[in-house]
């Protein structure tokens, strides 16, 4: 049902992917019903807009039938592919499609500013560009690089062991294949990734090794602990350095000395400022472009409905 697109890279290889991915044998393609799309060979397109998704989208495990998955919602997809860095669509007059939705929302984004109480309608360019999206998911999905399903959000709660703190409730996500044609825009569809036996081995073996060795530390020879100290340091002021002197000076550089289109800002950890994403996960991509019009576009109308909630 489900095929690694690791597996699938016309080098067999996958930038974007972990470890090292063997192809699938006949045997298991046979077994999982994917032997004959997996001998297809799939739109150039089509794997341009996957790679584009693994790489943009800041993904969620899942669990399906007792394995992780990596999941994404329709809407992150449609949001992501709207950047502009995304790839054409694999859909007839894509250059024109994205022409006219990047002047849809420069209009409606400045129709929203100026009316932010009452915003218009989306405008024909967005809308039809959500439905090439839809369509370029869906040829995806009957590609096997992808599969729908339906997310089932479960809270958990976790007692506190201090006394006075609140319990801690952490959302767990469950799916189940979804066989239906229609997807909502939070409708979720998932990658798999799966590591080789391989190199699944390795990585367990230096996680023992790291476990073992870090509590020896004291023992370690004087040479080796001044390395470690160092090289540890050195990362942690890279990393300061970064985060509190060049993430603002690229952001506000970009966005004020070469505004780009206008609209977007250069930064350094696009994802660093978000807590619903897992901490990995936030450091990226290394870096990206921020859509700072829809973003305080957006603080601005959360801040009056609040306000108007007050009032109220």
Known sequence: MFTDISSIYTDGKSPHAPAEVAPPTAAAAAASGGAAAAAEPVDPGLMAVARYLQKAIPHRDGILEG??????????????LMGPRAPLLPVANAETLRKEMQEAVAQYEAAARANPKNPPPQPAGIRLFAVAVRQT?????????IDSCIATID??????????????????????IYDGD??????????LVQESSFMSVIYMFIVICLIVAIPLFAVWPYWLRMAAL???????????????????????????????DGRHALTLFPNADRDDIPLLESFKPFIGWDDYVQREADELAAQQAQKEKKDD
């Open 155 to 176: 809270l958990v709660r976790q007692k506190s062991q201090i006394p006075g703190e609140p319990d801690r409730v952490r959302e767990r996500i469950s799916l189940k």
């Open 67 to 80: 394995r992780r998955f990596r999941i994404f919602t329709v809407n992150e997809a449609m949001n992501s």
């Open 230 to 260: 160092y090289t540890v340091g050195g990362l942690a002021g890279v990393l300061l350095v970064a985060l509190l002197v060049a993430r603002p000076a690229l952001y506000y550089g970009t966005r004020y000395i070469y505004p780009a």
């Open 137 to 145: 998911l869906a040829r995806m999905r009957n590609a096997d690089l």
């Open 182 to 191: 229609h997807m909502s825009d939070d409708g979720v569809y998932v990658f």
